[in-house]
T-cell receptor, first 116, second 115 residues
Framework: AQTVTQSQPEMSVQEAETVTLSCTYD???????LFWYKQPPSRQMILVIR??????QNATENRFSVNFQKAAKSFSLKISDSQLGDAAMYFC?????????????FGTGTSLTVIP | EAQVTQNPRYLITVTGKKLTVTCSQN?????MSWYRQDPGLGLRQIYY???????DKGDVPEGYKVSRKEKRNFPLILESPSPNQTSLYFC??????????????FGPGTRLTVL
């Protein structure tokens, strides 16, 4: 099974500041997809951003961007201009492009607090 | 509205009393999965289904059963629940193979407590 590691159980950021959440993964595959999901207190899992491994360009979605380092197997999430609504648990996830079943492997999550 | 629904949202039961958590999606997705979420462990896959009548074990299948008789429904069955199955459960669905990202769309979650 693939391993996804989020080494920061908790993070905090001042409102309007920038924060980066770390994610590393272990795989021998070359084709895969990476995702960041947000889980607010409502518990709903919301897709924040996604990245294909063969694309060198880092994905960006408004205030959210990633730093994808394929050789280092690193996929960090940067949140710019943090807002109170960004407070949530964030999960990094990996999906193989080849294996059947569309199985996602999730990290253990990073709880983000936004300080007003 | 495209969505994944789960019922019930909250359930408190006792050890050994069979229960079923229903999951339904209206997006005509081929893939459906069940996950459990526990503090410090993230989400772990219990079972998945690649299409009707095709199911397979995920990483933590012990104590659970599933069935996929219709494309839209994927119920999770606990034949004899035990306290270690107290958890937050998510159903998810996604498009089939051949679609690039195949991101999973999640239901709202079911909080299960087994006493």
């Amino acid at each position: 099974a693939q391993t996804v590691t989020q080494s920061q159980p908790e993070m905090s950021v001042q409102e309007a500041e920038t924060v980066t959440l770390s994610c590393t993964y272990d795989t021998s595959e070359s084709d895969y997809y990476l995702f960041w999901y947000k889980q607010p207190p409502s518990r709903q899992m919301i897709l924040v951003i996604r990245q294909e491994a063969y694309k060198q360009q880092n994905a960006t979605e408004n205030r959210f961007s990633v730093n994808f380092q394929k050789a280092a197997k690193s996929f960090s999430l940067k949140i710019s201009d943090s807002q109170l609504g960004d407070a949530a648990m964030y999960f990094c996830a990996y999906r193989s492009a080849k294996r059947p079943g569309n199985q996602f492997y999730f990290g253990t999550g990073t709880s983000l607090t936004v300080i007003p | 509205e495209a969505q994944v629904t789960q019922n019930p949202r909250y359930l408190i039961t006792v050890t050994g009393k069979k229960l079923t958590v229903t999951c339904s999606q209206n997006m005509n997705h081929e893939y459906m999965s069940w996950y459990r979420q526990d503090p410090g462990l993230g989400l772990r896959q219990i079972y998945y289904s690649m299409n009707v009548e095709v199911t397979d074990k995920g990483d933590v299948p012990e104590g659970y059963k599933v069935s996929r008789k219709e494309k839209r429904n994927f119920p999770l069955i606990l034949e004899s629940p035990s306290p270690n199955q107290t958890s937050l459960y998510f159903c998810a669905s996604s498009l089939g193979q051949g679609n690039s990202y195949n991101e999973q769309f999640f239901g709202p979650g079911t909080r299960l407590t087994v006493l």
